[in-house]
């Protein structure tokens, strides 16, 4: 019996099971990139929507945040964004970004209906807080991006797929619920401004903002705690590592003429 039980376990074929792991988990990655879109998209979207009324219901003060905002981007885009993502990691990056969003949409609202004669220290906090998250946004949710079609591709049975396929999927996936998103909450607000007071409209976005950015942090995975991707712990990165991508940033500034350029444009903008 035991002989029997032995050349059974040794015959034993497991690339069924294997198989049926990794189709597990390609389809719970699959399902994560499209909540973690689905939630990123909703934050992003109230902050859209508070900025396009900076300038309406803040007259001056509006666009000198606004001028605040593009350049706290600029500069963190520039400076910090990457070694920001990279000591975070992608969803701990993501976090603060979220937050960022939330502080914007709490400050609009506050500066206007709550303390209007600290309407200025708030927008300028907010504008700051905000072109600084978006920064971080951007570049976290493409490392994430990237990190999610690696994974579906490692776990994925068909092998006449190839990455690229992958990544014009989730592509697909991402341009349609950010967009889609971004454009049915301005029609929201819209609406509830035409029959209702904008007071409504901003109580309404700064909560949906906060509850996106906890549902974030309790629902999106970690995908550096998966095995397929190597992780990049941060107690591992040192601060002379961000020190030294500064540097270089400032080096590839001076060095090229397309950066330069651009970032003329960016900051007239």
Not at 60 to 67: N, R
Request: glycine share 4%; proline share 1%; hydrophobic share 45%.
């Amino acid at each position: 019996q035991h002989e029997y039980n032995q050349d059974v376990y040794l015959n034993y074929d497991l690339s069924n099971d294997i198989s049926t792991n990794n189709n597990k988990k390609n389809i719970l990655l699959r399902y994560n990139f499209i909540l973690f879109t689905i939630i990123t998209s909703i934050n992003r979207a109230c902050d859209n929507l508070v900025i396009s009324y900076y300038t309406a219901m803040l007259g001056v003060s509006g666009s000198l945040g606004l001028g605040i905002l593009f350049i706290s981007q600029a500069l963190t885009s520039l400076l910090l964004s990457k070694a920001i993502t990279k000591y975070f990691g992608c969803k701990n990056s993501l976090t603060i970004s979220h937050i960022g969003f939330t502080l914007i949409c709490l400050c609009f609202y506050l500066s206007i209906y709550v303390f209007p004669l600290f309407a200025w220290p708030l927008i300028t906090f907010g504008s700051i807080s905000g072109g600084f998250s978006v920064a971080i946004w951007w570049t976290a949710q493409s490392e994430y991006y990237s990190r999610s079609c690696d994974n579906i591709y490692d776990t994925s049975d068909d092998k006449t797929l190839d990455i690229n396929s992958i990544r014009s999927d989730l592509a697909s996936y991402w341009t349609i619920i950010y967009l889609g998103l971004d454009m049915s909450l301005k029609l929201l607000g819209t609406v509830v401004s035409y029959y209702h007071t904008s007071r409504l409209l901003f109580t309404i976005v700064a909560a949906v903002a906060a509850l996106a950015t906890i549902a974030g942090i309790q629902l999106i995975d970690d995908l550096e705690d998966d095995t397929y991707i190597p992780s990049t712990a941060s107690s591992k990165i040192k601060i002379s590592d961000s020190i030294r991508h500064v540097q270089a940033t400032f080096f590839f500034y001076m060095t090229d003429s397309r950066i330069q350029l651009i970032s003329i444009f960016f900051m007239a903008y």
